[in-house]
């Protein structure tokens, strides 16, 4: 049975941002695959396919065709780790281990390296252990133990590499400039031509050599990108160079060395500053512990946390750091939370809570059993939204990768025509050279016209960067997401950050999203001879069947007058009205107006106390007992104290808010006046929710949903913008676009501000990357731009548009009188 898989494989090759389209094109038309995402920022990919049509083999060996390298692949029921290894001799204790390794069950993959002393094992948590992998190497008379977390150093690889090829390039092109600016003084320099070109040759074609695989490969696939322009801006001018040493011509080596280092200190500055925009994951992933303390056959031992399992017994003492995702069996303690939620203020935890992962114990002791582990934990599951927002796509950046997918084979058309034109129309061209000679220091209107339109192409060639236009919107998700789950506001994809921004209405659930979610019984209610006991005891007994939260609060008020709940029969949940069961062979019914009607109960001698109760934002349970009218139980909710805030906010921002609720109308107009809300939509069932988000999305265009509960889930949906509070569950969670850690409206106004955040800063980056290619490419085909200066202008408007969206820091989510544009 075919069933959809989503993947995500790290790709090494990708140069600039066309490299990641060809990936995206080439693979979107394989049978069986749903979707493709390449961020060519983070490296990463993004699939659905589906495993009946497709193996994910088959892609990672279509992806390799293509020349590009799939470094890391996810599997859900793996884990890989690094261990540090000792007392290994020669290659061949590698070899043995390595051997053994992969030989052993559950292991999927063994990767020793003698040099480094490290393994790279890859295997199934269900099937061994990682103590057993560090036994299995003990018992062959070597010592492991486990290296820090392998995503913490990912990436490091790649910026070293980088680093180093600017280094030597950067030290050997300073020794060319040297020796030419020499010589432009007139010193007469010995073999000068053969000094430069030997020199200029490691630079283009060794530390070069992977701009030009990536160039033919590109080209091999009827692609164009930005390395092509580089290796056509370097290649001629040095194989054009050599010709100085069989006939009189210009030498243009000193240029194609100068370009070459120029793109290489450009790639590293680039690499390293897309390195900060992913911070927040990094952060994130050392607020795991690597230790825990577990208690087995009475005695406290300290394990890796990769070694928990659900139901291990985990001691944390004050101070410490929780290890993994528990719940308190012994104990209690103020934690530090800030690290999910944004939060300073410790919270209280005891007994039957759940604690987070990575959170801090600031004072006292417990004991609590694992809950989660691995991939389930909420910080894993944290760090997959970030990465699944950051991997993928706004809705505007499909237009800049059209463009992106032209931008080079037009310019090559557009060096090909200015060269064509400095040979047809050389007057011309000379006239405005002689113009801009005379303020600007490089040029030369001396030069030959095929020397002039030599410089004048590959200026064209070196000045264009479609780079610009494909970082601008990656690496401002990277950041805004990140400083989002450092702030508790999760956002699930790059769609929800372009429509959130321009949300129009927003609908709230009532209970557990405006109000506090834990509402109290207030007021009790007797009639025709029914006292106040006997009326609580036949409604908590029945009640204690409900899982509704007003159920709830009427079974802990029977509890606290010490009422045992009666043995209930026939017992019957009428969605959206009520209950009903037999008690003492009496028939019980507890509900609002629509379950009394449907039953026939006349209840009007209540009518005057239920409208004063109502007026009070007090939720009503009618109870009948044997068909007669037995009394009113009044369950008041408060409403949360950020409420009323943040929707005044809301309102100030011009946004409607409306308050969609299964109470009665009464109720909910007064809790609505509460709270500020000027819209409701009152006694509506779990399935009419959907309706009401379709009705209010005609009315006012997009609309966003903010809820906590199962009953929620369908209408985050049908909405434009699901809003789940991080409070509520899992399902409600599952269907939001945007999760809300704390369960506080004022995070949906910091949302807003995130989306428009980040929103602007896609902007200015697309306006930057036009507007110098725009101005730039111009200049460069009237001959005013040495290439060389052009290659260096080339670099810095990739960094421009990664260093405009590292700005995105500076935001401060928690400053609530901001203006917001």
């Known amino acids: 049975m075919s069933s959809k898989i989503n993947s995500v ?32 920022a983070t490296g990463k990919g993004y699939i659905t396919y589906w495993s009946g049509e497709i193996t994910k083999e088959e892609i990672i060996t279509q992806i390799s065709r293509l020349g590009y390298k799939v470094v890391i692949t996810d599997n859900e029921d793996s884990d890989k780790v690094t261990l540090h290894l000792t007392g290994m001799n020669c290659a061949g204790c590698a070899a043995t281990i390595e051997k053994q390794l992969k030989q052993t069950h559950g292991i999927i993959d063994a ?8 393994a790279v094992v890859t295997y199934s948590r269900p099937a061994i252990r990682l103590s057993e992998i560090i036994d299995k190497i003990s018992s062959l008379g070597y010592n492991a133990e486990l290296q820090d977390d392998r995503q913490l150093t990912e990436g490091n690889d790649t910026t070293g590499i980088a680093y180093r090829k600017m280094l030597y390039s950067s030290i050997i092109a300073g020794l060319v400039m040297a020796l030419m600016i020499l010589k432009m003084t007139g010193l007469e320099i010995p073999a000068y031509h053969f000094i430069t070109s030997l020199l200029g040759f490691p630079v283009v074609f060794v530390l070069g050599s992977s701009v030009h695989r990536s160039s033919w490969l590109s080209l091999k696939n009827r692609t164009a990108n930005m390395d092509v322009l580089v290796s056509l801006g370097s290649l ?5 160079g050599l010709g100085g040493f069989f006939w009189d011509v210009q030498t243009f080596i000193e240029m194609a060395t100068a370009i070459m280092t120029f793109h290489l200190v450009g790639k590293f500055l680039e690499t390293k500053a897309k390195g900060k925009t992913s911070e927040a994951i990094k952060r994130l992933i050392k607020l795991g512990a690597k230790t825990a303390r577990v208690e087995r056959n009475e005695r406290e031992i300290e394990v890796s946390v990769q070694e928990l399992e659900i139901g291990d017994l985990i001691v944390i003492k004050p101070g410490e750091k929780i290890p993994i995702d528990a719940v308190i069996i012994e104990g209690s303690s103020s934690i530090d939370e800030s690290m999910v939620t944004g939060e300073s203020m410790p919270v209280y935890r005891e007994v039957g809570d759940e604690v987070i992962g990575a959170t801090i114990n600031r004072q006292g002791y417990f004991k609590a ?6 991939k389930d934990t909420f910080l894993a599951q944290v760090i997959s939204l970030v990465e699944q927002c950051q991997g993928s796509k706004v809705p505007i950046q499909d237009f800049a990768d059209k463009v992106t997918g032209y931008f080079v084979p037009i310019i090559i058309l557009l060096t090909f025509f200015t060269f064509l034109s400095y040979n047809i129309f050389p007057e011309f061209h000379r006239q405005i050279i002689s113009w801009g000679a005379t303020f600007l220091p490089w040029v030369n209107p001396d030069l030959s016209n095929l020397t002039l339109a030599f410089i004048t192409a590959t200026a064209v060639l070196v000045i264009a960067c479609p780079c610009a236009l494909g970082l601008g919107t990656p690496t401002a998700l990277m950041v805004g997401s990140g400083l989002g789950a450092e702030n508790g506001i999760l956002i699930r994809n790059g769609e929800a950050v372009q429509t959130l921004r321009e949300v129009k209405a927003i609908a709230f659930d009532k209970t557990g999203t405006i109000t506090i979610g834990k509402p109290e019984v207030t007021d009790v209610v007797t009639y025709n001879n029914t006292t106040q006991p006997e009326l609580l005891l036949y409604a908590a007994s029945l009640e204690d069947k409900s899982e509704h939260p007003l159920a709830q609060a009427i079974v802990e008020k029977g509890e606290r007058m010490n009422l ?4 209930v029969r026939n017992f019957i949940a009428v969605t959206g009205k009520g209950i009903r069961g037999s008690i003492d062979d009496v028939e019980v019914l507890a509900g609002n107006r629509k379950l009394m009607n449907d039953m026939n109960i006349d209840y009007t001698l209540a009518e005057t106390d239920m409208t004063r109760l ?27 104290e950020d409420s009323r805030k943040a929707i005044r906010m809301l309102n100030d921002m011009g946004i409607a808010t409306i308050m969609i609720t299964g109470d009665n109308a009464k109720t909910a107009e007064a809790i609505a006046h509460k709270a500020g809300i000027s819209k409701i939509a009152a006694e509506i069932l779990p399935e009419g929710k959907v309706n009401e988000i379709i009705k209010l999305q005609n009315e006012y265009g997009i609309v966003a949903m903010v809820g906590d509960g199962i009953n929620d889930a369908p209408a985050l949906k049908q909405a434009n913008i699901g809003i789940a509070l991080g409070s509520g569950t899992d399902i409600a969670i599952e269907a ?19 989306s428009k955040a980040i929103f602007r800063k896609i902007k200015e980056n697309f306006f930057w990357a036009w507007f110098y290619n725009l101005v730039a490419i111009p200049v460069a085909m009237m001959g005013l731009l040495h290439p060389m200066i052009g290659a260096a202008a080339m670099s810095f408007s990739s960094l421009n548009v990664v260093y405009n969206s590292l700005r995105l820091k500076r935001v401060n989510l928690h400053k609530d009188n901001y203006k917001i544009t």
């Open 736 to 754: 939001a676009d945007v999760t809300l850690v704390r369960g506080e409206l004022l995070n949906v106004v910091r949302a807003i501000k995130l």
């Open 9 to 40: 494989i790290r790709i090494e090759g990708m140069s600039c941002v066309s490299c990641a389209a060809t990936i995206e094109k080439k693979i979107q038309q394989m049978p069986g695959v749903e979707k493709i995402s390449v961020n060519f």
């Open 236 to 240: 001629p001018p040095y194989i054009i």
């Open 111 to 118: 990767q020793i390296n003698y040099a480094n002393e490290k």
């Open 369 to 374: 059993r694992v809950s989660k582990t691995g």
């Open 564 to 567: 045992t709940p009666n043995k």
């Open 614 to 640: 109502e007026s009070e934002a007090k939720t009503l349970l009618i109870v009948a007992i044997d068909g007669v009218l037995a009394g009113l139980i009044a369950v008041a909710d408060k409403i949360k």
